[in-house]
């Protein structure tokens, strides 16, 4: 072990010493069977001095119980026991390097899926990039993903990436260019835009009381009570439609029909429903990245099918009729919002996933530039959290108040975070840590679906 500096000033939770050597901010260093991290060096006349937090020790995850005395002797700290005090995984998913150093990063994929995820940061700080790498990582797993995907940009994970500087950055990371087409599958209610994409449509056949309140939640209690006896009438049909909902709706007395009609009739005119719907089992299949492709949808009709296509997904994951999951939500903030921030369709049902799809194995992974916009209810039940370059207040305070771990200090570090470093923090991290994201083996798409809006390319 080589010495690096002696102690000067102390407390239980970090302590002040004196470095006989260069130090750098965010270096891990070792006192007794202790590791910490210098959170601050400082050059004065009599020397360099560097603050150091304390994160945990061989015995104890804690803090010591008292101060460490001035005069003990700080070490450097070999990656083996920075490895084991942070608790980072040896295998698992493979995210990147943990900074400065050749120490692989890796997720834990059961914790991802039980406790879910969640990508923060500001617009163009790589939230789908870093997300596109967890996918590779499941893909290889056989772990089966269902992305919503508002612009359409993951479509690219079937492609190599073949960019020149990112595969020279490869070398460091000891990954090759691959492209996953075999597993990635594209879905989409619009084919008209995106060609490639087989048709999604879910099952109208006999669809419960409360599907129906799921596609009318603005029903007043007057609606309700014609839809049920619509809902009555049409289930003495051993199938039934949405069609025979509609005539059952037409054939009743109360003037509460005239309202409803024209809902029920927009619903049917959206074309979400068919007989020869897509089967669930189909896009959630071992080794299947299912890419739910919303490019081109308008939004409303995009809430909707996200909060029908997630119910559907929950049902059959708790009858264990598809295997466990992750669902990737991106633009989490538009499905998901915070109360006050708007309404979404699918609100109730990615909080009822975020609460109980721990117990059913289907796991969330929410993306979002906009933190302080998502609902809370959501986001406090992610467990690991990756998060990048954020500059607006708001979503600085929401990131420091879910992430377990972070100050107002990290604050500032989050705001000063280069395209491609991570806080990554959560279970069974002892603390969070800086991490080199990986290059992507495959394309991004993110650059070519800002493109293709203008040249109608599409990969
Ligand atoms: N880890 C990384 N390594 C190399 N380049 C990266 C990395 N992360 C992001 N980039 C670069 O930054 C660009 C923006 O990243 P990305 O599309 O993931 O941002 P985003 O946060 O998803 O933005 P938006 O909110 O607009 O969707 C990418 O096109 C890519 O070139
Ligand atoms: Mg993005």
Redesign the pocket.
Known sequence: MQEIGEITESTTSSFIFRADRDVEKHQYVRIEDVLAQIWEVRHTGSGMFAHAKVIGSERRRYMPKSPFKVGSKVYGANEDFIRKILGVEKEGLYIGLLKDSSMKVNLSPEILIQKHICVL??????????MGVVVEELMKKEIPVVIIDP?G?YVSLRRPNLDKQ?ME?MKRFGIKPRGYAKNVYEFSPVCGNNRDAIPLYLDETNLTFQDLLNLLPNATSQQKGVLYEAYKMAKEKKFYFLKDILEGIGESRSNAKWNLLPQVEQIISMKLFSVNYTPLNEMVKKGRCSIINLRGVPPHIQEILVSLLLTKLFEARRNEAIPPLLVVLEEAHRYAPERGQGKSFASDIIRTIASEGRKFGMGLAI?S?RAARVDKNVLSQCNTHIV?KTTNPNDLKAIVASVEGLDSSAADEIQMLP??IAIVAGLPLAAPIFVE???RETL?G??LSKISKTRKFFV
């Not at 940061?121 to 870093?130: D, L, R, T, V």
Request: net charge positive; glycine share 16%; no cysteine.
């Open positions: 940061a500001k617009s163009g700080s790589g939230k789908s990039y870093a612009h940009e990112e950055m993306v530039q990048l395209v491609g994201i990986r290059p991004h993110g650059k």
